[in-house]
Every structure is written in C-alpha cells, then in structure tokens.
C-alpha cells in the first residue's frame, strides 16, 4: 500500500480506537485534574517553612516574585481565558498539535511568600522591585544624630553654625543670663547679619528691657543689629526706650519725628509735628522740623480756600485748569509750583502768594526763577515770562538777567511749545557764542543763525546752513543778500 504521510495520520485520526502514546491525554477534563494535581503539590512545596534550599521559579524558569512574573501571569492569565474558550468550541474536534503550556497557578499569596535568593521570603515592596543592583525602598531609618535633643546637646558654638546653615535649632535651653550672653558672642564672633538677628529676637523675648539695654550697651555690634531690627519693624516704643536708656537724645528726637509718617489726618499730623519742635534736634534739624510744620500749616489753609473756590466755580484759573491732587503733605517745591500756577499775581501778604512762600522759607533764588518760569511757561503767560527776568538799575534803565542762565530758559521754553519769535528773543541773550549757533540750529531760529554768522564773517558757514533752509524761503533770500554783499570782509 503506497499511502502518504498525511493519509497515514488521517487513518489514525479516523480511527475510532485511539492509539497508545507517551504524552498526556489530550482530554480537557484530564488535563484540569493533572493542573489541579501540580498546585497542590507546588502549594506544598511553598507552605514548607523549613525548606530552605530550594528556590522558588515558575513555569518560564523565572523566580517567582519578579515584575516580569507577575506581567507574564497576567498576560497568561488572559491568555488561557480567552483559550479556554475556544477549547470549548471544538470539543469534539481531536489534533495532535501541541498544546499550549499551561499558565502559572501561582495565587496572590505568591508575592507575599515568593524567594529571591536562598533562605529570605520577599516582601510586597520587595517582589516589586526586584533589582538586584539598586534598591528603591524608602529610607526607613535616620541616623540617630539627626533626632538628638535640642534642648540638651548643642552647645553654644553648635547651635550658631546650625542657625547660619539654616537648620531648625531650638535656643530654649540657653536659660541663664550667662549662656545667653555667650550665644551672643559667638553669634557676633561669627560675622552673620541673620543669625545674630535671631538670637537678639530670643534675647529680646526672654530679657528684660533694663538688663538687655544695659548688656548691649557694651556690645555695639550686637546694639546695631538690634537698632536696626527695631526700625525695620517698626517698633518705636521699644527704640525710643532704648534711646533714652542709652542718652542718645538726638537720635531719639529723630525716632520720634519719624512717627508722624504714619498719621493720615492733616490736623493730628500738624498737632504731632509741633510736639516735635521742642525735641532736642541739632540746630539744622530743628529748623527743618520748624519748616515742615510752618509749610504743613499754610497747606491746609491753601488746601481749604482752593477748594472753595473751585467747587464755586467763579475762578477762571481753576475752570480753566482743574486741580488734579491735593497739595496737602506735598514737598516745598511743588507748593510754590502750585502758587506760582494758581496764585501767580496775588499780593505777598497772602499765604498762598508764591513771594510770599520764597520770603517765608528762604527759597534760593535760581530755584524760584525755574520754578516760576515752569509754572508760567506751561500756563503760556509769555508777559509773566519776560517779567520775571527784566530788571531795572538805579538809573531806571532795563535790562534782562536769568540767575539760571538763559540756554536753560531757552529749554525750558522750547519744551513749552514757544514762539520762535520768543525763543530767538531769548537765544540771542545767550553770551557764548558757540552755545548760541547750536540752540539756534536745534530749535531751528533761523535769523540768529544767520545774523551770527555774518556778525563772526564766516562764509563757509553761512554757505553751508543756506542748504538748510527752504528754497526760496525769506532765510534763503536774506543769505544771499548777505552773501553778496560787498561791504563785508569775509574770513574765507
């Protein structure tokens, strides 16, 4: 019979007696059994305490355990799910292909009693992390150092160079006067701002005042510190006490002074300035104290009337130019830029009058001129403008003079959107010469260019600014007349 390989394998798979073979009975039900039969034995193997020479591995040849085990028990878990159930499909169909190996019957309790080397069961934390090389447990101990005693170890020199690394250290065990002491010098010894601020804030909490003014007053390092501290915080009460305690009378009038900072209300502040004015202040300081409250009182008069008159609206000034601010606690120098803006004209007998101001406060001369000259330059009042630099002599004769210079005036007036005509007035009052030809290029005063060229005989320059000018504008007309000109006698 010449029959094939394959019709061979279909005799015997048609065969309605099975062959003997040597591997398992490919009968499911059988199968089941021989599993249940291994978990049995292996869950014997496991609960054997006393065993300690065996290593535990599952199907794959891995130890049990590991991350990779327990991917693969869960990939294969669903794996023979999903076979299982096309098993059942063909039941009645028989084959002699392998069948798939059966998948690790290991339980939870594997991790739990799972070995990674010989004699040590795994912990949960340990099955998953199994690295031999690096653990990735938390740290679950310190060393005994870290949790010393804070109220009974460090000593002096310990607790500063804790305190100066930024560590928590606890300075309640420094109880008597003489350990306190010695914190101090070895905070002071250390040369560290933050950490003899630190140990002064325990000593001003656990001293008392008499006994802390009187051990800083020999140590003026720390007595700095400590001054400073109070400033920064604003404690004054205890700054003035520490003052007075050290007869510091100066420095404790200026303390004192620097309260009014913090009053609000024009009235009490005016009220606690003068309190200030019989405080033992240097001679220069006493006549600021003198001033800031004489200046304080005449805003407040000033404030009240102005108001008035611009809720009344029958002042032009103010219908015209609406206050923006109050000049309540303002700086001497915005007080008289207001007056000379709103009180310009009115007579020196008045509080408001900008005279009057200059009188009062002894305002120098070159600071009044350009604070006029601002006010009345923004107010385009040109009259006031050239009223405020012409003088007479004795002779009656006029003449005009600027104790800033007149190359500030002309700045100024520049900025305020001046005339030419008034710029050029004033550029020609400028005495030097160069200084001259660069304000009257800049602000474009075309005759004082010209005029100043031709008084020098420069030739070359007047050339060279008639490119400068508009084609046949009057400028180009009054160069070439000049040019041609033969009663002058050019230098090049």
Sequence with gaps: MNRTKVDEEEYWNSSKFKAFTFDDEDDELSQLKESKRAVNSLRD??????????????????????????????????????????QLKSRNSFSYAQLPKPPSTYSLSSFFKGRTRLGSFQSLSDALTDTPAKSYAPELGRPKGEFRDYSNDWSPSDTVRRLRKGKVCSLERFRSLQDKLLLLEEAVSMHDGNVITAVLIFLKR???????????????????????????IGDQKLLLDLFRFLDRTEELALSHYREHLSIQDPEKRKEFLKT?????????????????????????????????????????????????????????????????????????????????????????????????????????????????????????????????????????????????????????????????????????????????????????????????????????????????????????
């Design 206 to 232: 656990t001293l008392s005042k008499e006994v802390l003014f009187r051990e800083l007053e020999v140590r003026q390092v720390a007595l700095r510190h400590l001054i400073h501290f109070l400033k920064e």
């Design 276 to 492: 200030c004015i019989g405080l033992p202040f240097s001679v220069e300081d006493a006549a600021h104290i003198q001033d800031h409250y004489t200046l304080l009182e005449r805003q407040i008069i000033i404030e009240a009337n102005d108001r008035h008159l611009e809720s009344a609206g029958q002042t032009e000034i103010f219908r015209k130019h609406p206050r923006k601010a109050s000049i309540l606690n303002m700086p001497l120098v915005t007080t008289l830029f207001y007056s000379c803006f709103y009180h310009y004209t009115e007579p020196e007998g008045t509080f408001s009058s900008p005279v009057n101001l200059k009188k009062t406060f002894k305002i120098p001369d070159k600071q009044y001129v350009l604070t006029a000259l601002a006010a009345r330059a923004k107010l385009r009042a040109w009259h006031d403008v050239d009223a405020l630099f012409t003088t007479k002599n004795w002779l009656g004769y006029t003449k005009k003079r600027a104790p800033i210079g007149f190359h500030r005036v002309v700045e100024i007036l520049y900025k305020n959107n001046a005339p030419v005509q008034i710029l050029q007035e004033y550029v020609n009052l400028v005495e030097d010469v160069d200084t001259k030809l660069n304000l009257a290029t800049k602000f474009k005063c075309h005759d004082v260019v010209i005029d100043t060229c031709r008084d020098l005989k420069d030739r070359q320059q007047l050339l060279a600014y008639r490119s400068k000018v508009d084609k046949g504008s009057a400028e180009e007309e009054k160069i070439d007349a000049i040019l041609s000109s033969t009663q002058i006698r050019w230098k090049n």
């Design 45 to 86: 193997f496991v609960d054997d305490d006393d065993d300690d020479d065996l290593e535990r591995v599952s199907w794959t040849g891995e130890p049990v355990g590991s991350i990779s085990w327990s991917i693969k028990e869960t990939a294969g878990s669903s794996g023979s799910n999903h076979e299982g159930r096309e």
